[in-house]
C-alpha cells in the first residue's frame, strides 16, 4: 500500500521536475547594485539552467513606458557601443558610469530548445554622485539683537548630501544651547535643508563662515564668507533726527517770516494793477486823498 502511494507521487512530481530540466532558468548576484559616478558596474545575469546551445541573449534599459536596446543582434546599441560589453555570456559590464545610466536593466534570454523558452530578470542599477562645491548665502553685516539667516544648498550630489556649517574653521553644533562654549549664541543648524539660523545675533557671531555638503561618496565646500555684528548707534540716530527736525523748523520759521514781510507779494491790489495816466501837455494832475479823485493844477494854456 505504502508502496503504491510513492508511485503515485513519483508520477505527479515527474512532470514538475521534467518542466525545471527543460526551462531556462536566470540568476543574478545583485539585483540592485550600487556604483560611483565614473566607475564600472557589472550587472550580473547568469543561466543556471537550459538545453539550448546557444541561446538568444537581449539586454534592454527600462525608462517608464520608454524601452531601448542595449545589447541586441550580438552587439552593444547606441549610447553602449564603446563603453559597454557582455561578461561571462550573459552579464552586462558598463565602463565610465555616468549619473544617466541609473535605472532598470532587464536581461532576456530566448532559448527554443527548451521547453519554456523565455526567462527575463530585472536590475535596478543606482548610481551615486560626488557633490559638487554648494552655493552659500551670508548677509554681510547684521546688527546686534537682529536676527539671521545663512544658506547652504548643493543640487548635483545623489544621494542628496547633509550639511555642516564652520564658523573660523570650527565646526558648529545642532544648537547652540547644547553647547557651552557657543551659549551666548542663538542658532541652530538644520542639516537636510543646509540653513543656519540666528534668532538674535550678538558680536561673538562675527566671522568667517564656510559649509560642508556630504553623502556617501564624497563631500565639497563653499568659499568663506564674513559675517560681521555691528552696534547700533543710538545716540548719533537720536542725534541725527534731531538735526533733520531743527532744519524743518528753521525753514519753516524763515518762510513765515519772509510772507509776513512781503517777499512774496505781488505788486497787485485786488488783482487790478495802477498805472498813472499820461499827462497831456501843459496840464498837470495832482492826486488828492480820494482814490481815484484828480483835479487841475493849472489852467489851459492857450
Same mark, same amino acid.
Given at each position: ?32 547594485? !550600487? ?106 553685516? !547684521? ?160
Amino acid at each position: 500500500m505504502a508502496l503504491r502511494r510513492r508511485a503515485l507521487l513519483l508520477l505527479l512530481l515527474l512532470p514538475m521536475f521534467r518542466y525545471r530540466i527543460l526551462a531556462v532558468e536566470l540568476f543574478s548576484t545583485d539585483l540592485n547594485p !550600487v556604483v560611483q559616478e565614473f566607475y564600472r558596474a557589472e550587472l550580473s545575469c547568469i543561466i543556471t539552467s537550459t538545453k539550448t546551445v546557444n541561446p538568444r541573449i537581449e539586454w534592454k534599459k527600462i525608462a517608464g513606458k520608454d524601452t531601448s536596446y542595449v545589447y541586441f543582434d550580438h552587439k552593444m546599441q547606441g549610447d553602449w557601443v564603446d563603453r559597454a560589453e557582455l561578461h561571462g555570456r550573459t552579464s552586462l559590464v558598463i565602463h565610465n558610469v555616468t549619473r544617466a545610466d541609473k535605472g532598470i536593466y532587464r536581461c532576456e534570454v530566448a532559448a527554443p530548445e527548451d521547453t519554456h523558452i523565455g526567462a527575463e530578470i530585472n536590475i535596478n542599477l543606482t548610481v551615486h554622485v560626488k557633490p559638487v562645491a554648494p552655493k552659500c548665502r551670508v548677509p554681510q553685516s !547684521v546688527p546686534v539683537g537682529k536676527s539671521a539667516t545663512l544658506h547652504c544648498q548643493e543640487k548635483e550630489g545623489f544621494p542628496e548630501p547633509t550639511y555642516k556649517w564652520y564658523r573660523n574653521g570650527e565646526t558648529l553644533p545642532l544648537d547652540s544651547k547644547s553647547s557651552s562654549k557657543f551659549q551666548n549664541s542663538s542658532f541652530t543648524m538644520n542639516t537636510k535643508t543646509g540653513t543656519l539660523v540666528f534668532s538674535e545675533v550678538q558680536k561673538g557671531d562675527t566671522g568667517r563662515y564656510t559649509c560642508r555638503a556630504t553623502n556617501a561618496v564624497g563631500d565639497a565646500w563653499c568659499e568663506e564668507m564674513e559675517m560681521e555684528v555691528y552696534d547700533l548707534n543710538i545716540a548719533g540716530i537720536v542725534g541725527g533726527v534731531m538735526v533733520v527736525l531743527a532744519v524743518l523748523l528753521l525753514t519753516t520759521v524763515g518762510i513765515c517770516c519772509a510772507y509776513r514781510k512781503g517777499l512774496f507779494v505781488n505788486n497787485k491790489q485786488n488783482g487790478n494793477s495802477y498805472k498813472t495816466p499820461a499827462k497831456p501837455d501843459g496840464v498837470n494832475y495832482i492826486r488828492t486823498d480820494e482814490e481815484g479823485d484828480f483835479r487841475h493844477k493849472s489852467s489851459f494854456v492857450i
